[in-house]
């Protein structure tokens, strides 16, 4: 029965106590005092925590009084109110640390009298309380683009303790990202250390515009800390367009040809923090505005329609023959300006009159290697052609890009290769073309060609391959294959890389 848990830990209590070399050890410990859980000679603890700890005598039959003193030397007494204080229990003391303050580092003793008042035996821990990290900084930075600025990330910690400063943008570690410059500065005040770590961008721009994480983590040989500052830094930027924002606007020459009333309508999407409003300028810097009735010298009247972040502005010609003159030309232009608090930025729109492509000629079709390789005898057309559609007889239909040729060496080079999983046998093809005018109308003739081995897949997967490549369209490109008709039909595309 000797080598009960009790008994362990008190044993190791007189080895804590040789360790710690006090040579009275030796001599108090016949009438064992121990102390539960072993705090194993020094306990560590950050000054909002709590820990207890039991005193409890070995010495069986004999009248010992235990009781815990403080790192003052003084008797710890049963008050509740105080931030340590003991509570008696059947044969053991129990010590309760409420809260610790720094000051109350020190040593905290078990100490077992007999009934004349003597020390007896006693055990005893170090306590040393430790202040908690605080983190601070300002929390929303709203900064222009273009703009070179700091954020601050301030932690006050135990001077006994090293804080480790992290920042994250978004789930990013941003310790490795030249982009970013973090400087961290120490400053000792009283019993703690103030440090601040600057996080610099240089530049920013709007892909800096998010969540941003200050981690601070303190450790010390007893604690780990962890502490962090959530930064919300929103980025405001002038008006700007889509990339692929149109320089003209093209009208079909067949409808200019035919006469009569005939609608135009300018988009003008804008990106800007904030918001932008917009306003439309005529050729000659006329504000435009919306005009229901044809003003005098004018034939038509104009409608804007806005939007958040967009406007169009639709024009309603009684006739198109002004458009037909060349001379004329210069008027048909019309500037978006949009502006915010951080700049402007504007678009011209001109709108110009051009011709359906025709559908190509197929000079030669054939399919090998698992791909339909077309060589073109095709039209130009002004605008010229920017994507082909191959339909094929079992109804599914295949965009390819026209300006991703086979070769850029050889830009004159007609034959495309489409990647294209198809089962056996004879296919029927029509070709189709498409300028920004819009689609051809009827292909130039139907093609046919074989395919003799089996397709290398099963053609089910090639379904995914179809529907991936669809992305790549443009929500405008799908809009103009709707507007020709073939919203209807069943139809995949394919914008074939080369
Ligand atoms: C900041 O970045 C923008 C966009 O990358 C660039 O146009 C601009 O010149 C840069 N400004 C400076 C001061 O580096
Ligand atoms: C003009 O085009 C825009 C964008 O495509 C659309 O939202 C708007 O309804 C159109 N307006 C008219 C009058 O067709
Ligand atoms: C307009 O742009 C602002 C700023 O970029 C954005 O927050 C907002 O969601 C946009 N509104 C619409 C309707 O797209
Ligand atoms: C291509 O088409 C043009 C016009 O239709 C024709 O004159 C020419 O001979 C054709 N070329 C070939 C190689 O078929
Ligand atoms: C065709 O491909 C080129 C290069 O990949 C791209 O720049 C262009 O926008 C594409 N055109 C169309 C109409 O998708
Ligand atoms: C065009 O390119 C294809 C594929 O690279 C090649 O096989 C063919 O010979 C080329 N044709 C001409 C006329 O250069």
Not at 149 to 166: G, H, K, L
Request: with cysteine; charged share 20%; aromatic share 8%.
């Amino acid at each position: 029965m000797s080598a009960t848990p009790a008994a362990a830990v008190w044993l190791s209590a007189i080895v804590m106590l040789t360790v710690v070399g006090s040579p009275r050890a030796f001599v108090m410990v016949e009438a064992g005092v121990n102390i539960e859980p072993n705090p194993n000679g020094e306990v560590g603890l950050m000054s909002s925590e709590s820990k207890y700890f039991n005193c409890k005598s070995d010495s069986r039959g004999t009248q010992e009084l235990l009781s815990w003193v403080d790192n003052n030397g003084k008797e710890i007494v049963n008050d509740p109110a105080n931030r340590i204080y003991t509570t008696q229990k059947k044969n053991m003391v129990k010590l309760e640390l409420k809260n610790p303050q720094k000051e109350d580092t020190g040593t905290y003793k078990c100490v077992s009298r007999n009934k004349n008042g003597q020390e007896t035996s006693w055990a005893y821990f170090k306590l040393v309380v430790f202040n908690p990290t605080t983190v601070s900084g300002t929390t929303n930075y709203l900064k222009s683009e273009g703009t070179r600025f700091t954020m601050d990330c301030t932690a006050t910690s135990d001077r006994d303790a090293t804080v480790e400063f992290t920042w994250m943008f978004e789930n990013h570690d941003l310790s490795q990202d030249n982009k970013y410059r973090i400087d961290t500065v120490h400053e000792k005040v009283r019993d703690e250390i103030r440090t601040v770590s600057r996080l610099e961008i240089r530049n920013t721009t709007k892909d800096h515009d998010g969540k941003y994480t200050c981690l601070v983590d303190t450790t010390n040989r007893f604690l780990s800390d962890e502490k962090e500052l959530r930064i919300n830094l929103h980025v405001q930027y002038k008006p700007r367009f889509d990339e692929k924002t149109p320089k003209s606007i093209w009208i079909s020459e067949e409808a200019v040809q035919q006469g009569g009333p005939l609608s135009v309508n300018i988009s003008c999407i804008v990106y800007a923090d904030p918001v932008a409003k917009i306003n439309w300028k005529a050729w000659n810097g006329a504000p435009v505005q919306t005009q229901p009735h044809p003003l005098p010298n004018q034939n038509m009247r104009t409608v804007i329609s806005d939007a958040e972040n967009m406007s169009s502005l639709t024009l309603h010609y009684q006739s198109i023959h002004e458009l037909k003159n060349p001379k004329m030309s210069m008027r048909h232009r019309y500037t978006c300006s949009a502006a915010n608090s951080q700049g402007s930025a504007s678009n011209t729109f001109e709108i110009k009159v051009g011709r359906i492509p025709d559908s190509p000629q197929i000079v030669h079709i054939e399919y090998k290697d698992g791909s339909i390789v077309l060589n073109l005898n095709e039209s130009h057309v002004e605008p010229p052609v920017d994507i082909y559609r191959l339909e094929i007889s079992d109804e599914q239909a295949h965009l390819f890009n026209k300006s991703s040729s086979t070769n850029p060496r050889e830009p004159n080079n007609n034959t495309y290769v489409i990647e294209l999983n198809l089962p056996r046998g004879e296919h029927k093809v029509n070709l189709f073309a498409h300028n920004p005018v819009g689609w051809s109308e009827n292909p130039y003739g139907s093609y046919f060609f074989t395919v003799v081995s089996g397709a290398p897949h099963h053609l089910g997967m090639a379904w995914h391959t179809w529907l991936l490549t669809l992305g790549l369209l443009t929500a405008a490109q799908l809009l103009m294959m709707e507007g020709r008709g073939m919203a209807g039909r069943f139809f995949m595309g394919a914008l074939i890389q080369f």
